[in-house]
């Protein structure tokens, strides 16, 4: 199978449903990931189409398969529905197609069957004439890609049969991590010279534990692996670039996962030039790709640093679609305000920020803490990490679309 993403997407968005899929006995190879540049900044929508074609080919020579079934989500849906109706050919590459959250049709794209997933916090009664309509409900665009309930749809749609489970049961002992490092939204390889280095860190406070698990070698577009860690354990992983440190602080591990995606930007860009930076304070990213409600009553979710909540009707409506909150302190002045977004960043689709001074020290002297109660329910889920400065420092935390 191959997954297009969406607008400002990666693969990550698809990453717990690989588990999923491999845990009920697809090989891992044959759930493959299709990232382009959902800006059109790097290549255009052409350049996208021709690239995924040649992709198809290669997904299908490397497994043997004469077709491949193909899923899109939100603008991947119309990236999708283009590549199906250019041509009776690349129809007939497709053996399944799944629409998830995104473009209507008069009928199953390319003639090839469809089944269609909608968010039933979504626009009510869209669908494609003549596939399999599925709305999912109470759930929301992003959440729609994500959801054990979106997966049981899907393998019924591939297979004929319900999978033995849509749980992400761990596996015990020695697995294995890989993925990509990439600049966000653009999806190409991080620049040469680019380093990536993975320890294994405690849970009560993020330190590092003895040596480096591994310091893997970066290829042109960005990918990394497989390095075997140990499941249930926590791990920090560090993109180093001019002098830059970015690091990513995840949940356990509880899969061997090969979608693992490292959003970053070149320093001095995209992001990195609205962001205050000073010895005295940490900036974070919160990333879940699961819609983060803040005007739901008793089904808000409750995201807090170092106790102080993020997420409200201003800063976090359903509406807003928040996949992604920044807390920094803006213009360094040690004051915080969290009732109300910062503006630039509210702009952005899926992305949402907070002026939260989150004391941070060079080196490292304290223990920022983050947690996250799930729609309304506990208990609360931890990511614990060194309070870096963001004077050459930014972190990131990935928090798991699935629930316990």
């Keep these: 199978m191959v997954f297009v993403h969406g607008g400002s997407g990666s693969g990550g968005q698809f990453e717990s449903q690989k588990l999923r899929f491999t845990e009920n006995g697809y090989p891992d190879d044959y759930v493959r990931v299709f990232e382009y540049d959902s800006s059109f900044s790097v290549e255009s929508p052409a350049d996208v189409q021709a690239r995924l074609d040649s992709f198809i080919a290669q997904v299908k020579q490397a ?37 998830i959250d995104g473009a209507q049709a008069a009928s199953p794209p390319g003639g090839v069957p469809t089944l269609a997933i909608w968010a039933g916090r979504g626009t009510p009664g869209r669908s494609i004439g003549g596939a399999i309509n599925v709305t999912v409900p109470n759930q929301t665009h992003v959440q729609s890609a994500t959801s054990p309930e979106s997966f049981a749809a899907m393998f019924r749609f591939f297979t004929g049969q319900a999978p033995g489970t849509t749980d992400i049961v761990p596996e015990h002992g020695k697995i294995t991590i890989a993925g990509r490092a990439v600049l966000f939204p653009q999806n190409v390889g991080v620049p040469a010279g680019t380093s990536l280095t993975i320890w294994r860190v405690k849970d009560s406070n993020g330190q590092r534990i003895a040596h480096p698990v591994a310091t893997p070698a970066l290829a042109s577009d960005g990918s990394w692996g497989p390095v075997q860690v140990q499941s249930g354990k926590r791990y920090e992983f560090v993109v180093e670039q001019q002098g830059m440190f970015h690091h990513f602080f995840y949940e356990p591990f509880r899969r061997s996962d090969h979608l693992i995606r490292l959003l970053t930007n070149v320093p001095g860009t995209s992001f990195d030039l609205i962001l205050s930076r000073s010895e005295n304070h940490a900036d974070l990213i919160m990333v879940r790709y699961k819609e983060l409600w803040g005007d739901q009553g008793s089904e808000n979710d409750v995201l807090t640093v170092n106790g102080t909540n993020v997420i409200n009707a201003a800063t976090s409506p359903i509406s807003h679609r928040t996949n992604a909150m920044f807390a920094f302190d803006q213009g360094s002045d040690g004051q915080s305000e969290v009732s109300a977004p910062i503006p630039v960043f509210f702009g952005i689709p899926f992305v949402s920020a907070v002026d939260l001074f989150i ?29 870096y400065p963001s004077s050459n420092n930014t972190i990131s935390v990935q928090l798991n679309d699935f629930e316990r």
Excluded: C, I, K, W
């Design 63 to 99: 497994t043997g398969r004469s077709q491949v079934d193909l899923l899109g989500h939100s603008l991947g849906t119309a990236v999708s529905q283009t590549y199906l109706n250019s041509s009776p050919a690349h129809a007939a590459n497709v053996a399944h197609y799944v629409n």
């Design 359 to 387: 004391p941070a020290a060079s080196p490292p002297t304290g223990t920022v803490r983050v947690a996250l109660t799930s729609r309304g329910s506990g208990p609360a889920r931890e990511v614990n990490f060194p309070n």
